[in-house]
Each structure stands twice: as structure tokens, then as C-alpha cells.
């Protein structure tokens, strides 16, 4: 018998946390061939190898290399080259994770192909669809036919969009299953990066990448500032993703804290370390003994509420309102003001998530893998029917 052809999709850093336990599941179950593609989204080993080698993930299968572009080209890109892997390993199901543009390109391409979606971490909505994770959400969300959420208001937003009832399943979430799968490995870790000048000193962590904060320099002038005055609390470190290290230089304060002295011997308050982007692990340790996150991104809003770790999401909406719900994270914009008030509120102590989120228990994968066993029934013939 033919086993079920399942083509997993990775892209972007992201994509990584949320798909490797998956992986680990279906390799686990013998009526799945699984096969992973990385569309090479982000490209860079600091930004994709070294996940893989830290989250355990097998080498991909089929690598796209599509690399950097404008959304319309790299979407287009993807498209063409997934297609073609399509054709050539006549997949049961595709997989796409998260909200980058290798989920929507992917997803697309497969449903047009007749090949059912399966989407982890659907039905999130920030509402704001300036934002292009927003429409990559919305566009994968309305082709898939199974749709995994994460939290409740995923489940919500779904079913106010008209998705039937019984595609949505809520799972809990994957990408805490890698922290829960990985987190018992920091601290066997040598000692060495960032952490090991940390000696007790309290400090800040930081990243910050969306468009919305680093492209135009007078947003992320603003961004300098804030960590500036948050540095003057605590020394703060800022791992900076490519996009945000390529802007530093056009913008005057961070042109200075590119050239600032980065000798990283001991950390000092007033002081702002650069750091590049770090390894899952390296990152996850980093996370867990600071004392607050300043961040824009998604995932980290969902890590520290897991950890209980203070978190300031320095955009005006979030498509993860849990977080927000728990108390642990809270949406602060640019106001340094209110965000001075806040790290004073934390430095004090008694800030933090106030519980769990349902189901964020480390078997989300399971679940997913369990409702694809039941779901997708083993193929009569051996190729998917093409549309039109
Ligand atoms: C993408 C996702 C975003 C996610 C983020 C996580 C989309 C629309 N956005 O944003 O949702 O939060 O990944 O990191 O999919 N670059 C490198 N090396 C790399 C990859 C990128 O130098 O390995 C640089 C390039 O200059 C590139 C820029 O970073 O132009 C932005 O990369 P891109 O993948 O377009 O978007 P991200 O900002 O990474």
C-alpha cells in the first residue's frame, strides 16, 4: 500500500520551532512519507542552519534557494520552484507553518495543485493588514483544509471568517513543544556567548525587526532611543536580525551604536550591546535570565509568556492576544515614557504571566499528527487529482 506523501514547508527562522517536532512525530508513524522542503527564505547559517542543528531537524529533502527579494518576486519565486517539487513527489498533503511569505506561496501553489493544506498556527489576526504577515494569515487561513490554532481566538477569528467547524482544530502550540523539548538543554550548555559576562547583573533583551519599526529611519531612531533610556535601568542586549542591522547605519544614533566599543568583558548600565542573531538555544538561555523582553516579534511574546519572563511588545496590536490576556506581555508602541514606567514596574518585581495558555503543554505535535491520521485517508491512487 501506498504510504500518505506528506511535503513538509520550512522558509523563514520562525518556520523552524513550529515544524520540528511535527517532523519528529510523523517520522515516528510508518503510513507517512515525509519529506521536508526549505524554500530558503532566509538563507543565512545564523538564521537557518544552525536551527536545524540546535531543534534536531533532518536535512532537507528539496531545497528551493529562492533567497531575498521584493514580496511579489519572492512569493512568485517560491511558487515556481515548490511547484515543480510538487509535481515530482505528488504529495497527499503539504504542511505550512506560521505567517511568512513561504506559507502563503506554498499554500497557494498546493491548492491550486488539488493538494490539501494543513496549516499550524492558523487564525491569528492582528487586524491590521498593513502588516504582510497579516495577509500571508488571511490568504493561507481561506485554502487550507485543516486548520491548527494555537489559542482560543484563533479558533474565533476562523469561524467569524465562515471556516467550518470541524477544519479548525485547536492543538495548542508547537513552537513551545521545541522550548519544552529544548529548554532542559540550556543548561548543560558551556558557558560561553553573551551569558557568560551576565554574573547576576540584571539586564534587558532585545530584538526588533518588523518593517513597521526598522525600515523607516525615523521609526527605528525612535527604537535607539528606547533602549537607550531602558539601557540606563539595565544594560540591554540587541540581537539584531539582517534587516534591522542593514538600516542601523542610516540613522544617526545607530550609526553610533554601531561603532560603539562591543568588547563584551563584563556588561555596564548605560550600555546597549549589539549582538548578531543568536542560535535557538543560545537565544532561549539568553531569554530565560533576563529580566524583561522589548520585542515586536510573535513568537517571543508566546516564549516568554510560557517562561513567565515580563514582555513589551513594542508594536499597537498583536495577533497573540492570550499573551496579553495572562498579563505577562503588553503592547507599549514607541512610548518610551510608558515603557520607562514599565521596566521600573518590573525591575520592582511582581509583573509576569499569570498562567498558561491551554494546551501549551509540549504534545501539540501530537495532536496535530493524530488529527492527520484520522483525517487523511490513505490514497487508492497514486496521483492527486490536478484543478481545472
Ligand atoms: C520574515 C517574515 C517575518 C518574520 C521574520 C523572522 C515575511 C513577509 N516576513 O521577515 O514575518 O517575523 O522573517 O525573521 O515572510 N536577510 C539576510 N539573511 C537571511 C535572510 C534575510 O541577510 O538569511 C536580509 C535580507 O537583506 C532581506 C531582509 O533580511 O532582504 C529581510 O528578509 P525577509 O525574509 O524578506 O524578511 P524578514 O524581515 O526576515
Not at 96 to 104: E, M, P, R
Not at 245 to 256: E, P
Not at 323 to 349: A, F, P, R, S
Request: glycine fraction near 6%.
Amino acid at each position: 500500500m501506498r504510504k500518505i506523501h506528506i511535503l513538509s514547508v520550512v522558509g523563514a527562522r520562525p518556520n523552524f520551532m513550529k515544524m520540528a517536532p511535527i517532523l519528529r512525530q510523523l517520522s515516528k508513524r510508518p503510513e507517512f512519507a515525509s519529506y521536508l522542503v526549505h524554500t530558503g527564505q532566509h538563507y543565512d547559517d545564523a538564521m537557518s542552519r544552525v536551527f536545524f542543528r540546535d531543534l534536531g531537524m533532518p536535512d532537507a529533502d528539496f531545497n528551493l534557494n529562492v533567497g531575498s527579494a521584493s514580496h511579489a518576486v519572492q512569493t512568485a519565486e517560491i511558487m515556481k520552484r515548490f511547484e515543480e517539487t510538487c509535481n515530482q513527489v505528488k504529495p497527499d498533503l503539504v504542511i505550512v507553518a506560521g505567517d511568512v511569505n513561504s506559507t502563503l506561496a506554498c499554500s497557494l501553489t498546493a491548492v491550486k495543485l488539488g493538494v490539501p493544506v494543513a496549516h499550524i498556527e492558523a487564525g491569528l489576526r492582528s487586524f491590521d493588514r498593513s502588516m504582510p504577515e497579516e495577509i500571508n494569515r488571511i490568504v493561507t487561513d481561506s485554502v487550507a483544509a485543516h486548520l491548527f490554532t494555537t489559542e482560543e481566538s484563533g479558533t474565533h477569528n476562523l469561524r467569524r471568517e465562515g471556516i467550518a467547524d470541524d477544519k479548525i482544530h485547536f492543538v495548542g502550540n508547537t513552537m513551545i513543544d521545541s522550548l519544552v523539548h529544548c529548554y532542559k538543554l540550556i543548561d548543560e550548555m558551556p558557558l560561553n556567548g553573551p551569558i557568560r559576562v551576565v554574573n547576576g547583573t540584571p539586564y534587558f533583551l532585545s530584538t526588533i525587526h518588523r518593517p513597521s519599526n526598522v525600515d523607516d529611519p525615523n521609526q527605528l531612531s525612535r527604537v535607539i532611543s528606547i533602549l537607550e533610556s531602558a539601557s540606563e535601568i539595565a544594560p540591554v542586549f540587541f540581537v539584531t536580525h539582517p534587516r534591522t542591522r542593514n538600516r542601523l547605519r542610516s540613522i544617526k544614533n545607530g550609526d553610533r551604536l554601531m561603532d560603539a566599543d562591543q568588547s563584551l568583558d563584563r556588561i555596564n548600565r548605560g550600555l546597549i550591546y549589539l549582538l548578531p542573531p543568536l542560535p535557538y538555544l543560545e537565544f532561549l538561555r539568553l531569554m530565560s535570565k533576563s529580566k524583561a523582553l522589548l520585542t515586536d516579534s510573535g513568537g517571543i511574546q508566546e516564549e516568554t509568556t510560557f517562561l513567565r519572563i515580563p514582555c513589551l511588545t513594542l508594536r499597537n496590536n498583536t495577533e497573540r492576544p492570550i499573551t496579553i490576556e495572562l498579563g505577562g506581555n503588553k503592547l507599549v508602541g514607541l512610548d518610551c515614557q510608558t515603557i520607562i514606567c514599565c521596566l521600573e514596574q518590573i525591575m520592582e518585581g511582581g509583573w509576569g504571566s499569570r498562567g498558561t495558555p491551554p494546551l501549551w503543554d509540549g504534545h501539540a505535535a501530537e495532536r496535530v499528527v493524530n488529527v492527520l491520521q484520522s483525517r487523511c485517508p490513505l490514497p487508492t491512487s497514486s496521483t492527486p487529482t490536478p484543478l481545472g
